[in-house]
């Protein structure tokens, strides 16, 4: 049996190349669901095996032809095992993910960064802005990544961040600091609107709140299971979250304010239960959906 067409558990001496092709016919052997920063077995392969010989897999090599060395080829075929059997998803693995092209410090304190409203911030929030935000909220902001991605997108701005959770903002504080945004980032604990500072109005609110309905948290597949569920669940029709941040946006934006929140599959439910207001869904070049805007007028 050739090198390039040995199992992943087997392989020796071999290239990168050789690596990811055999860790693509190894997570495609188990049952694993793809969605938290690629959608196939070949780009998760990719991402392990990089990762796990050192190499970004944000850069492309000019030669994956190298012939990794024995400490990195043990250490990827402890990772790909850990995918494919224990079910915990690569960013979690390998402690970084992706966001909006920056990187950020990834672990189980907080969700794997991943939404649509990135391709709302690579585009500066147009046309929803009429001009650039001085202040502006991130609520439920866990890691930081949406916080941080649009404090860098508009530098002028002053960005709050705030979550339930002391673990999340805890993460959320170490990617603050890895993008020095320590200037123009304040992070608060507690119950959404809650801990912020009293009077304080904002240009920009994004939200990206727990969603998910009582019978789409049950059949969620495991690897969902591996991140913090006070990320996720949100009472019997996902809406407990968003209609409390509806019930109190209005007194928190500016007169020319815009609130943007996402609540992916619960997309219909909002639609059903919140019937009579003047929501704005948006769609994306790039995939994804399930994300309303309202502008402060349409809240009174």
Request: with cysteine; proline share 5%.
């Amino acid at each position: 049996m050739s090198v390039s067409k040995a199992p992943l558990l087997e392989l020796e001496n071999c290239t990168l190349a050789e690596l990811i092709e055999a860790g693509r016919d190894y997570l495609e052997a188990h049952d694993l669901v793809y969605g938290h920063g690629t959608d196939n077995a070949l780009d998760e392969s990719a991402w392990l095996a990089m990762e796990a010989c050192g190499h970004s897999p944000a850069i492309a090599l000019d030669d994956y032809n190298v012939v990794i060395n024995k400490g990195h080829l043990a250490r990827a075929k402890d990772w790909f095992q850990k995918r494919a059997l224990e079910h915990i998803p690569t960013a979690y693995i390998t402690g970084r993910s992706w966001f909006c092209g920056l990187e950020f410090i990834t672990d189980k304190r907080a969700l794997i960064p991943r939404s649509p409203i990135a391709e709302l911030i690579a585009n500066y929030y147009e046309p929803w802005l009429a001009e650039s935000p001085a202040t502006v909220l991130d609520l439920c902001c866990g890691g930081g990544c949406i916080a941080i991605a649009t404090a860098l997108a508009f530098p002028e701005a002053q960005v709050h961040g705030s979550d339930l959770s002391a673990d999340a903002l805890q993460l959320a504080a170490l990617n603050r600091d890895k993008h020095a945004l320590n200037d123009r980032l304040q992070l608060f604990e507690g119950d959404l609107f809650q801990p912020l500072p009293v009077g304080q109005r904002y240009d920009l609110i994004i939200s990206n709140p727990p969603y998910v309905d009582q019978h789409d948290m049950q059949s969620l597949a495991a690897e969902f299971h591996r991140e913090p569920q006070l990320g996720l669940a949100a009472g019997t029709d996902g809406l407990d979250i968003v209609e409390r941040i509806l019930d109190r946006a209005s007194q928190m934006l500016t007169a020319a304010g815009v609130l943007i929140v996402e609540v992916g599959n619960s997309q219909p439910a909002v639609d059903e239960r919140f019937a009579g207001l003047d929501l704005i869904w948006l769609e994306f070049e790039f995939g994804g959906g399930g994300v309303f805007l309202m502008t402060a007028e349409s809240l009174k």
